[in-house]
């Protein structure tokens, strides 16, 4: 993709809403080899060839529901970390389970990278590669160039993966991110939603009543005795900073 952000929805689409050869072709466009893929019921991670995985995961959804309905929300994109964050909602219907449909929302991040060969190709040297092949040349194009391939955009530097002279971003990384009440409607249809609302409903009742019984913990907080002087590691028994590498190595 050149644009993600205005490229996205069509690509969605052909996820989504075309016949099995079209969807295949997407993903070996705009998937990297190694792209993994995470969902509240399955998962791939990152390792040669699993985009092939990622290939029968969205036969297998189309073989479920044939016909599916779309609607995108929102596109943000964060150019600093290379994540696209769609908001959508769809219309996903088991066809042999009679009655089985399902309206969810959901947001779906994806990770892209200027690397077709994707995540596992990623080394130091490459990478260094890449970021000095994405400086513009300081001694400009030559005449022989511009005669060839028109005037370089010099807001956007030659690359090594290019489509003329912009940048191509490919997905490495899919995650669909759903709310407990918008999941729950794939495997009880119509009364899974309401049931957890009612049980969200008992939980927000909880934090307040705790709070209440709970006040002279929350003044010692107020006061800075806690975490200050009691319970610096964050658990009774287990300090959570041993724990920090974890959060930074949740991106990848």
Known sequence: MEDPVSEIPRVIQHLTQSP???QSETIDKFFTPDASFVHPFCRIHHFRGSRWVVKKIYQWYKVMSPRIEMKIHSIAYDSDNQKL???????FTIWIVPFHVAPVTLTTVLSLTTNPNGYLSSSPSTTAS??????PNEEGASYADVVANGNPDSKTPLTT????????????????LYQTSEFIKFVLPHIGHWIVLAIHAFATVFCVLGVFLWWPFVWMEEKGWIPGLVLRGGNIVYDI???KRAIGSASS
């Open 20 to 22: 099995p050869t079209q």
């Open 85 to 91: 964050y769609v908001t959508m909602s769809q219309i």
């Open 130 to 135: 890449s970021e000095k092949s994405h400086q």
């Open 161 to 176: 993966h290019t489509n003329g002279h912009r940048k191509l971003y490919y997905i490495t990384k899919q995650e669909d």
């Open 241 to 243: 900073g041993w724990k």
